[in-house]
């Protein structure tokens, strides 16, 4: 194996898309509301208008990223609720005006988990299916409308295959279609691996509710937003206070939300020259183990995908093996969603786009950051290279 | 008034009920998990297990203060999240055994927003009204059960007015008159109040779920916990990702469950000094100010009440007047819930326990910490006594 170029205080950290870390401007921004300015949000005296307007300030900054108005945002515990909150939200409140909603294959089980709640519920949901390179056709998603549909929900870019969907595209089928039937339909994507990365204005891609995380672009964990644009109707279900006027309860947390704030502002100032950066360590990944690993199959569309992630599969190889020898190796990385990584199922995107049991069980996620470096990039591609064979060989002498 | 004991830099802080400061222990063991040891908890490597490691620690240290078995731990983002998902989990999760529950109407908005939500959904619920004195009498619990009731939720201690609720006797009604009809019952309490005054012991409560936001007790905003005894069904409302033994979806907020551990296990420690601390200055200032303005009211059970929470009104008195009075003179205080501070409405609370409008648009709440000291008392009790006559003599020149 080659030689780890890290040492014990440093590992080659390419799970991005799982979590990172705080970063220090973030880190700075929020210690101020742990001990000191820790007054309620809600409550009346100085001590909380410090806090009040903290959030506030913070709401603005999060809104002028989105292009949105501070009121349409509304501040929640991460991405899973915000996606729960969007579907549950918006079904709930329409629910008079009809009682099916569209979603994909390919998202984040916060989703499909919330559309199977809905369908506990008595709501019926459509879940269209992506082609082979791991895209929803705009095409598609119109199909699947029905005069009782109230809600389309297509996550922006995917966290397993980092495909990109053109969600702007399917939001202007949506509507059109929609207005053709004198209707309206809600339109949600789930952002959550967006920031950083893509372009995540509202108006640009022509959506009604954005889910958006924390920790996934060096902010806190345990604090995300919804968007939710002005008029949308809006049954809050996580309930109590009035917070967030009157859409989400639960006192404000208010170190989460301002380091939520300055972490998503770094990230789209930081944009252009990360992407591109992430873009030649993930084009150099692909090919460097496509080249040096035989039968590596490349997971969703080339082009279409974040900047940051790889998705490959190598036919004959247990992904539970390979992610031990990187880890032995000091480089985290996964075969998916860390949601799911405890769990023995194959993952639902993989199998989406076609692939076999067998193949979604082999897969590798690497997701970078523009603080990985080529010799990093270097160093996985060898240590890849060198693993997979071994693996293989001793699968190979296991069956014989 | 009298002259402030505090400079610019400190606010006589007597609104512990609607929040804490971060104790600087709990900031520091918070500290390595926001950039250091950040991974996400469910990721297989060796950098996501220290986090994993220290969310395991958490739990158990957690299940210890409450007496229960780590695996009954369920980690949320808040008391509200808690309140919601113990009655929309147990409900839906029970949905074929009946449609029915009960609380009171002195509970949180959380629970009773919870409550409305499953009206919403087709379930029946029974709001129990408390005594003058704002305890809940276990007849009355025992009364509105039904053979399709499947939850019960009583809170213990009232946010509000700090009454002190029987639920271990409530508890034991309950679970006596189901085994009666060959059935079980579940009881839920809204503990958020109790950590650091109360024994929170889930056996000695007789309790199947109990809630707890760990900023009540100088622990973070943004994280609560939940606790579910074993075998209670369970249907989880927040979905995605099989976090939490498949219970509650979401990455872990690492640091912020490691910081609740601590401050849970530190407020337990330190309850016996504090609760007798607390109760000292809470009867000195309730003997205080009723002796020195006219008409006070103590709302709530004198003895059977919180050790730090003093909740009073003085007639013609509106309690936003006061408050600012109070502000402006150093002192953070509130009428009721943070969680309604900027609503007009009077306090459910109060109304329920018999108080008029007018009297319930007249309360202050104190809740005091050990932290407070005698002269702190000294100048609220002074500047209380100097500031109602002031506002009573002014809005009798607006009235003649």
Same sequence: chains 1, 2.
């Avoid at 301002?258 to 990230?267: D, K, Q, R």
Wanted: include cysteine; aromatic fraction near 4%; charge should be negative.
């Amino acid at each position: 194996m080659p030689e780890p170029i890290m040492n014990d205080a440093r590992t080659i950290y390419m799970d991005h898309a799982a979590t990172t870390p705080v970063s220090p401007r973030v880190a700075e921004a929020m210690q101020p509301y742990f001990a000191e300015r820790f007054g309620n949000a809600s409550s009346m005296y100085r001590l909380a208008q410090d806090a009040r307007a903290a959030i506030d300030d913070a709401r603005e900054r999060c809104a002028r990223v989105l292009g949105a108005r501070g009121s349409e945002i509304v501040f929640t515990s991460g991405g899973t609720e915000s996606d729960n909150a969007a579907l549950l939200g918006v079904a709930l409140a329409r629910r008079s005006d009809g009682n099916h909603i569209v979603t994909t294959q390919i998202e984040h089980h916060a989703v499909l988990h919330a559309a199977e709640l809905l369908e506990e519920l008595g709501f019926d949901v459509t879940y269209v299916a992506p082609d082979r390179d791991g895209i929803v056709a705009p095409e598609a998603v119109a199909e699947a409308l029905r005069p009782e549909t109230t809600l389309v929900s297509v996550m922006l870019a995917n966290n397993e295959i980092g495909t990109i969907q053109p969600v702007a595209e399917i939001a202007r089928r949506v509507r059109a279609h929609a207005a053709e039937g004198g209707r309206t339909v809600a339109i949600h994507t789930d952002a959550v691996q967006g920031p950083g990365a893509l372009e995540i204005d509202v108006d640009v891609l022509g959506v009604d509710l954005l889910s958006l995380s924390a920790h996934k672009f060096n902010g806190p964990k345990g604090v995300g937003l919804l968007y939710i644009r002005r008029g949308t109707p809006f049954r809050p279900t996580q309930v109590g206070g009035a917070q967030e006027r009157d859409r989400r309860a639960g006192t404000e947390n208010t170190p989460g939300i301002v380091g939520m704030s300055v972490a998503l502002e770094a990230a789209e100032a930081a944009r252009p020259e990360a992407a591109a950066a992430c873009a030649a360590m993930r084009d150099r990944l692909i090919a460097g183990i496509t080249e040096r690993v035989d039968g590596t199959r490349l997971n969703g569309d080339a082009r279409r995908r974040l900047p940051n992630n790889v998705n490959v599969s190598f036919p004959g190889v247990e992904a539970e093996a390979l992610l031990m020898g990187l880890d032995l190796a000091g480089i985290a990385a996964s075969s998916g969603s860390a949601c799911t990584a405890a769990s023995l199922e194959p993952s639902h995107v993989l199998l989406a786009i076609g692939a076999s049991e067998s193949m979604a069980r082999s897969s590798l996620r690497l997701s970078v950051s523009a603080g990985n470096t080529e010799e990093e990039v270097g160093y996985v591609i060898d240590t890849v290279a060198e693993l997979v064979p071994k693996i293989r060989s001793m699968a190979g002498a296991r069956r014989s």
